[in-house]
Nanobody
Framework: QVQLVESGGGLVQPGGSLRLSCAASASRFSEYVMAWYRQAPGKQRELVATITSGRNTNYADSVKGRFTISRDNAKKMVYLQMNSLKPEDTAVYYC???????WGQGTQVTVSS
């Protein structure tokens, strides 16, 4: 198991930016694929972005060109840089390690004027 703790959410105006962070406790963190998911009110949880141990990335079509996932293996951190935010990006964002089935507690992102 790995403990994941997200931070960086908040209220931002449309067009603004936020950077989410996820701190992991796994001893072999660098070996694992990491991902960000989000869940909007009344909707299913959806995959936002993934990053492999080799830093290959994939994104949901809805965030391509606006969001960037990255990782710092030395610090055991995963980040999600979110630019050009839209009201439809409003959701609770979760960090996860799919291989270990671990999820963070989530951080709320609200995009509103």
């Amino acid at each position: 198991q790995v403990q994941l703790v997200e931070s960086g959410g908040g209220l931002v105006q449309p067009g603004g930016s936020l950077r989410l962070s996820c701190a992991a406790s796994a001893s072999r963190f660098s070996e694992y694929v990491m991902a960000w998911y989000r869940q909007a009110p009344g909707k299913q949880r959806e995959l936002v972005a993934t990053i492999t141990s080799g830093r290959n990335t994939n994104y949901a079509d809805s965030v391509k060109g606006r969001f960037t996932i990255s990782r710092d293996n030395a610090k055991k951190m995963v980040y999600l840089q979110m630019n050009s935010l839209k009201p439809e990006d409003t959701a609770v964002y979760y960090c996860t390690c799919p291989a270990l089935g671990s999820w963070g507690q989530g951080t709320q992102v609200t995009v509103s004027s």
